[in-house]
């Protein structure tokens, strides 16, 4: 059957600048193999990222919790799911419960519906994990089981799946397609860009060290560095460093082409700056980072100020190498829409 109606559910509209590429990232892959039809999609109310946005037609979550019967989104969300011939789980890290026991619960419980209202669904451009808590782990695993199809973006996952015994594909963060579709040839300027996120042990006071290397680098170097956030409302302006605030992906995108190098914590501020074609280097502060950058960039787990040092003067251009994983996307949606190459 031919799919006109698509839902796309995942953490959009929640302010993230990542995630927004993410789905730009879908949204691109779907037109370029043909796909002319409606697309929906789950949105928080963020006013981030207009640009990616347009066009697409927004939807509330399924409510989850005690009172979630009562909540007056919940009609609109069940009827933007009985409008669509073929559900996407779509995107980021969903299912992992290092920063929130909240995830796997909040984005099973999409899943669990669809499958309630007999809609077919693939998780599409996902990490899976990491799971501590045997419950996460439970729910992760009946919602890739449910799936029709499961594509995912990084080795890790794919090993994960398959202790579980689902079969999976891999490809890549869709987000590349959307940011390199945006490319443009942006003259460099002077700037070290800068990016951090708070995780649990990782906060305002393990900052300070990695600041401190990265300012006495860029000092000796005729850097300016300049904190760029990639999430609407986080507080970093105990970092002490100059922040840029972008409001939309492209914005972000732009910064990172015209910067010189960079060094990220978040991921797809990893991923926009290698996109870029920037010199990065990435602190990972989860599996997710090291298995999606480590081939395009510097990766680095140890956060220690000598370490930090001494990968910031050995800093090297890697050549971004993912257009073989970009056709692995395309040819896992093109199959589970029943589109053709000639198409």
């Known amino acids: 059957m031919r799919t006109n109606n698509i839902l796309i559910i995942g953490n959009y509209g929640a302010g993230n600048l990542g995630d927004d590429a993410i789905l730009g990232g879908i949204v691109t892959e779907l037109r370029s193999i043909g796909y002319s039809g409606e697309i929906h999609v789950t ?15 927004k939807a509330p979550f399924i409510p989850v919790g005690l ?28 299912f992992t419960d290092e920063e929130s026991w909240k995830a796997p619960l909040i984005w099973a419980a999409q899943a ?10 693939i998780c599409f451009g996902q990490s899976v994990g990491p799971l501590r808590h045997w419950w996460s782990r439970r729910l992760a695993k009946q919602t890739f089981k449910n799936a029709i199809a499961v594509h995912v973006r990084d080795q890790i996952s794919v090993d994960l799946l398959k202790t579980w015994k689902i079969e999976a594909t891999l490809g890549t963060d869709p987000a590349f397609s959307w940011l390199l579709d945006q490319k443009r040839t942006i003259p460099k300027k002077p700037v070290l860009l800068v990016s951090l ?19 006495v680098f860029a000092k000796k170097r005729k850097l300016n560095p300049i904190l760029l956030s990639m999430q ?3 507080d970093l302006k105990d970092a002490g460093l100059e922040l840029y605030e972008p409001t ?20 797809h501020a990893g991923i926009f700056s290698v996109a870029a074609g920037t010199t990065t280097l990435a602190l990972s502060y989860s599996s997710k980072v090291k298995g ?32 073989a994983k970009l056709v692995k996307n395309q040819e896992f949606l093109r199959r589970h829409l029943a589109i053709s190459p000639k198409e």
């Open 43 to 57: 949105h928080g109310g963020s006013k981030t990222s207009p640009e990616i946005y347009k066009g697409l037609k």
């Open 67 to 94: 009172r979630s019967r009562f909540k007056k989104t919940r009609k609109a969300a069940l009827a933007a799911i009985k409008l669509a011939d073929l559900v996407i789980l779509g995107g980021g890290g969903l």
């Open 112 to 121: 669990k519906t669809c499958r309630r209202l007999r809609k077919p669904t």
């Open 197 to 215: 996120r708070e995780w649990p042990g990782l906060g305002s006071a393990e900052w300070r060290p990695i600041v401190k290397e990265i300012q």
């Open 232 to 234: 609407q409302g986080e």
């Open 248 to 267: 939309s992906a492209l914005a972000a995108f732009e910064a990172f082409e015209k910067a010189q190098l960079a060094v990220t914590m978040r991921l």
């Open 292 to 323: 999606l950058l480590a081939d395009s960039c510097t990766v680095l787990s140890d956060f220690e100020p000598e370490k930090i040092r001494d990968s910031l003067k050995n800093l090297g251009k890697k050549t971004l190498n993912v257009e």
